[in-house]
């Protein structure tokens, strides 16, 4: 059982930076790939970034390439989200997921509570 708990969230203005981190317990987290969810109201969950279990393979949504850079430390077991030049679309709960997945479409086996992340204009 791995368990997921993220932190970073806040308010920022438009432009600005925040870094979301996702502590994870359980000695597997190494062989997991990690991603970053987004859920704004009213609108569907979005998967925002992935990062395979080496760090060599990486994801990012259309609308963060550029923005947005995932990073994992596999000795601190954490999980990264670096989010510059942050827009008032940018606000939502992040979730920090985890699973031993094969490809990006499947669904991770574990998800931390979240954290919000607000843009203000």
């Known amino acids: 059982q791995v368990q997921l708990v993220e932190s970073g969230g806040g308010l920022v203005q438009a432009g600005g930076s925040l870094r979301l981190s996702c502590a994870a317990s359980g000695r597997a987290f190494s062989s997991y790939a990690m991603g970053w969810f987004r859920q704004a109201p009213g609108k569907e969950r979005e998967f925002v970034a992935g990062i395979s279990w080496s760090g060599g393979n990486l994801y990012y949504v259309d609308s963060v390439k550029g923005r947005f850079t995932i990073s994992r430390d596999n000795v601190k077991n954490t999980v990264y989200l670096q989010m510059n030049s942050l827009k008032p679309e940018d606000t939502a709960v992040y979730y920090c997921?985890?699973?031993?997945?094969?490809?990006?479409?499947?669904?991770?086996?574990?998800w931390g509570q979240g954290t919000q992340v607000t843009v203000s204009a």
């Open positions: 997921a985890g699973g031993q997945i094969a490809t990006w479409d499947d669904e991770f086996d574990y």
